[in-house]
């Protein structure tokens, strides 16, 4: 059996998109433009991202679904997109499968708000991380974990950064809402990861602090695992790149810049895109890129998903290479050097 190159652990839901002229203040009620049912979860996106640019059959997703008619439709357009779904737990005793409601602005601007359901059984199937699973980290270059449970993050984690060393294999974990049991409430998570990849709102949740100066607080980190690398993405400023010798901005594309290559110049929804920065960053590593080149592929994905409606609309490796070779001269700026 050849094994998938890249294994995604996180949530898999099905989404409600909701475009509205604005996002209503507490008590105001908006007309809405209209309403999509589209799939959607942050580990699934990631997986597809992955798989876009990998190809069928070269990513595996760890996640939960209950055996409804969502579990059966989010498992056969996974398959569709190439993603194995070996891995994925069908929970018992009628638990629903996971849902979401996406509220998505004319600006792009949205609010996400996430029913997690089956997503929370995911620590019964991962458990001690024997049998196929362990088959599956042993066999991978890079395990991205997102957002499960916190203990499902915690051992796959802890079981693929104990080889890491003599198998070559890397970590990466988005812990989306995990950020907000700040730094100690996921201090075992980090002193197991290689990247550590954050947005905006999340840095300050999980710092605890409101301060906008982000390399200030890059001992937080550091103290945790002095060889992790965080990765903060910025929207359409870009990322910033920081780990214990230097600290880098990587500027994304401005939209302006790709318009002759087939693409929208106009932010439709941006729910997805860090999900597709996650999904690309991983794939280009596997491919062998360093980390600058990751991540300049990784916002470009990003910006193209933000100007595309449904929340899994990441681009293609054709499409990036494109659009990469239209924009050659994209200069990443040191911040800070030891």
Not at 14 to 31: M, N, R, S
Not at 65 to 71: E, R, S, V
């Amino acid at each position: 059996m050849k094994f998938p190159r890249h294994l995604v652990a996180g949530t898999i839901n099905w989404d409600t998109l909701i475009f509205a002229p604005k996002l209503p203040q507490a008590g105001e009620e908006v007309h809405i433009k209209r309403m999509l049912e589209v799939p959607g979860g942050k580990g699934a996106n990631v997986a597809i991202a992955s798989s876009r640019i990998l190809g069928k059959s070269d990513v595996a997703i760890i996640g939960a679904l209950g055996k409804d008619d969502i579990g059966k439709k989010q498992v056969n357009i996974l398959k569709g997109e190439g993603v194995n779904t070996d891995l994925i737990y069908l929970v018992e005793n009628n638990v629903p499968s996971g849902r979401a409601v996406v509220v998505v602005d004319s600006y792009g601007n949205n609010v996400i708000f996430t029913y997690r359901e089956a997503n929370n059984f995911l620590d019964k199937k991962v458990g001690s991380c024997n049998g196929d699973i362990m088959k599956y980290i042993n066999n991978s270059i890079i395990i991205t974990v997102t957002d499960p449970p916190l203990k499902v993050a915690e051992k796959i984690l802890s079981v693929a950064f104990s080889t890491a060393v003599t198998q070559k294999r890397t970590t990466i974990w988005a812990p989306g809402l995990l950020t907000t049991r700040g730094v100690k409430g996921i201090r075992t998570a980090l002193r197991n990861t290689n990247y550590l990849i954050l947005n905006q709102p999340e840095f300050k949740s999980l710092t605890g602090s409101h301060d906008v100066d982000i390399l200030s607080k890059q001992r937080i980190f550091l103290k945790n695992n002095e060889e992790l690398k965080v990765i903060i993405t910025l929207g359409q400023h870009g990322c910033i790149l920081i780990d214990k010798k230097i600290a880098v901005s990587i500027p994304t594309v401005k939209l302006s810049a790709i318009n002759g290559v087939r693409c929208r110049t106009k932010i439709m929804n941006t729910a997805g895109s860090g999900d597709a920065f996650i999904g690309t960053f991983a794939a280009m590593k596997i491919l062998g890129n360093p980390d600058i080149e990751s991540l300049i592929f990784a916002n470009l994905s990003g910006t193209i998903k933000a100007t595309r409606e449904t929340i899994r609309a990441s681009p293609t490796l054709e499409e990036l290479i494109a659009y990469r070779k239209k924009n050659p001269e994209i200069k990443p700026r040191v911040l800070r050097q030891r």
